[in-house]
């Protein structure tokens, strides 16, 4: 059913140096303004200096995630195979298919985020040895009502699309392949 998609073979996703750089800038635009914005409250009682320093520490964070990214996780970020999903950026582990248990889109009031929710069951899930920064960022995903581990398709080299469509037949081919055998077993 999913030949035509090539669901036996192993494939990879790099990330885009370019998308990553772009990011670099906007990271280092948001420290900038977030400094400026602190200058002028800095030797006040005035609130928005704790408003402008976590605009600062929180675009840091961003900024060194993103070098991380860059410098770092070269070659393969998203590995796809009839065993299972595998990002690099989210956990140290293969997620076998069989534990995923939905596929999905995910969106903030109707747009799209170019994000790819994973529904695992939550069993697996606690066991799972997630990045520190899937870990940080994982509470924030649940606050915006994801259900599941997002794959953020932004600096892929692929195309959000693509990529949803190629999980989306890993994941029913392998579902067909675990009925068939224990329909045969």
Partial sequence: MYDGIGTQTERGFTQSSHKLLLQLV????????????????????????????????????????????????????????????????????????????????WGYRGNSASTIVLAIDPAFTDSLPLTLYTRLTHPLEKMLGTRGLCVLTWSLDVPHGRLLTLMRAYAAAAKDQQVASSAAG
């Fill in 26 to 105: 906007g990271a280092l635009v948001f420290i900038a303004l977030s400094l400026w914005m602190t200058w002028d409250t800095y030797t006040s009682d005035d609130p928005r200096f704790l408003v402008g320093l976590a605009c600062t520490v929180f675009s840091g964070i961003f900024f060194a995630a993103t070098v991380h990214r860059l410098v770092v996780l070269r070659g393969n970020v998203i590995t796809l195979s009839p065993e299972g999903f595998h990002d690099r950026r989210l956990t140290t582990h293969l997620v076998p298919w069989q534990l995923i248990q939905e596929v999905s889109e």
